[in-house]
């Protein structure tokens, strides 16, 4: 699949297998979480741009390569997102954040906007969008819109999982945004969840149900 970006590490998979389980507690499934985002990083940030800077060694001067985390947003979807968030910025801190919330209409299961809140100067910013599920694709093709209306330079989705359909629509809809994801999964079911998948993954990280 062109523009997917399927994030195969063992340490990935081997997490993302034990989030999987039922019988995960929410206190480790946030852990998991955490960690497995840390590492989805990695990947996601590969090809930032960087800069060299002259430093001082205990021994003598010379340069070294930085990247400029203040040029990168990670944009969480409300409110799976900021169970990824975390895990992001333990690895650059520096990144600012910001936040689209949308919930799915259960009956349509279209996306509907109720909170939009980004740094400014997005024009010359990066933007990781972060969301646990890549499901109908809906509330991701949305939130990629809306980033659109603001022209960031680039502009890249991050998930844990993902499925056939969930990707189909994104690529239709942006087929230029890369998506990073951890799990390809067989298909959506009527209610609009992946399967195998991990169950709802609001509801495991913040332990709502
Ligand atoms: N959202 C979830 O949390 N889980 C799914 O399987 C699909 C969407």
């Known amino acids: 699949m062109r ?28 852990r998991l979480l955490n960690e497995l985002s840390t590492l989805m990083a990695y990947e996601v940030t590969r090809d930032v741009p960087m800069q060299e800077i002259e430093i001082e060694t205990p021994l003598e001067t010379t340069t070294g390569k930085v990247i400029d985390g203040k040029k990168l947003v990670f944009v969480s979807i409300l409110r799976a997102g900021t169970g990824i968030l975390d895990g992001m910025l333990s690895v650059v801190p520096g990144a600012r954040v910001g936040h689209i919330g949308l919930y799915r209409d259960p009956k349509t299961l279209t996306a509907v906007e109720y909170y939009f809140k980004m740094p400014g100067d997005m024009h010359e910013r990066d933007v990781v969008v972060v969301d646990p599920m890549l499901a109908t694709g809906n509330s991701a093709a ?24 969930g990707i189909r629509t994104m690529q239709d809809a942006h087929p230029d945004v890369p998506i ?6 067989r298909q959506l079911n009527d209610h609009g969840y992946i ?5 709802d993954a609001g509801d495991r990280i913040f332990g709502t149900k």
């Open 3 to 30: 523009n997917v970006h399927l994030i195969d590490h063992p340490l990935v998979q081997h997490k993302l297998t034990l989030m999987r389980r039922k019988d995960a507690s929410t206190n480790s499934f946030r």
């Open 142 to 165: 949305a939130a990629v819109e809306r980033l659109k209306e603001l022209n960031p330079k680039s502009i890249k989705f991050v998930c844990l999982l993902t499925c056939p359909e």
């Open 180 to 185: 990073y994801t951890a799990a390809i999964d």
């Open 195 to 199: 399967l195998p998948g991990l169950g």
